[in-house]
C-alpha cells in the first residue's frame, strides 16, 4: 500500500480557484492527492457520496476516514450533492467531493434522469460561495465492458467527467500517485 506521503503535494502557496477536478483509476492516489489540495484549509468539508453497501466499501470508508484524520467535518450525501454543496460550500470553507462517480452509481440505481441531473449539478457550480474540489474515477480507458448497464455507466461517467472538467479552473489526472495538471485557467 502505498503511504499518503508518498503522494506529491499540491502547491500550497497557490490559492485554490473556484472549482478542480481530480480524476484518475482506482488506486491512483486521487483522494489523497485532492485532500492535499486542502491542507491549510481552517475548515475543511469532507462531502462523501459513497453509501457502505457490503463489507468491501465499509473498508474502503474506513481507510479513508483514518488517512484524513478528524480535522475534516464530514457530510455523508449520497444523492442530494446540489443541495449539500448550497448547504457547505461556505465563505471560509472549502468542499472535497469525493465522488463524482459514486455519486453517479447511485443516481443511476435510483433509476434517476442522468444526463439532466449532471446537467443540473454542472449548471448550480457557479453559485457556490467556497472552493470546491471534486474526485472522480476515469473509467473509460479500459476494455468495453460486456454489460449495457455496465457501458452506460462507463459513458455517463466519461460526460460527466467532460461537464465538470469544462466548468472546472483547475483540472489534474493522477496516475501512479503523480499528478499531471491538464488545466490551470487563473
Not at 29 to 57: F, H, I, N, Q, W
Not at 65 to 89: F, K, N, V, Y
Not at 95 to 103: I, M, P, Q
Not at 104 to 124: F, G, H, K, W
Request: charged share 20%; hydrophobic share 50%.
Amino acid at each position: 500500500m502505498l503511504h499518503p506521503a508518498a503522494i506529491p503535494l499540491a502547491d500550497h502557496h497557490v490559492p485554490l480557484p473556484p472549482l478542480t477536478l481530480v480524476f484518475g483509476g482506482a488506486r491512483s492516489g486521487k483522494s489523497a492527492y485532492a485532500e492535499s489540495l486542502l491542507a491549510g484549509v481552517a475548515e475543511p468539508v469532507y462531502l462523501a457520496t459513497a453509501e457502505a453497501r457490503d463489507g468491501e466499501m465499509s473498508e474502503r470508508i474506513r481507510h479513508h476516514q483514518a488517512r484524513r484524520g478528524g480535522s475534516w467535518a464530514t457530510i455523508e450525501e449520497p444523492m442530494d450533492l446540489i443541495g449539500a454543496l448550497r448547504t457547505h460550500a461556505q465563505p471560509g470553507r472549502a468542499v472535497l467531493v469525493d465522488c463524482l462517480t459514486l455519486w453517479l452509481t447511485n443516481i443511476l440505481l435510483a433509476e434517476a434522469d442522468v444526463p439532466a441531473e449532471m446537467e443540473r449539478l454542472a449548471q448550480s457550480l457557479p453559485a457556490l460561495a467556497a472552493p470546491v474540489v471534486f474526485v472522480s474515477n476515469e473509467v473509460g480507458m479500459g476494455i468495453v465492458p460486456d454489460n449495457a448497464l455496465a457501458r452506460a455507466f462507463r459513458d455517463h461517467a466519461g460526460r460527466l467527467n467532460q461537464l465538470i472538467a469544462a466548468r472546472c479552473q483547475r483540472v489534474v489526472f493522477v496516475a501512479a500517485g503523480l499528478p499531471l495538471l491538464l488545466k490551470d485557467v487563473r
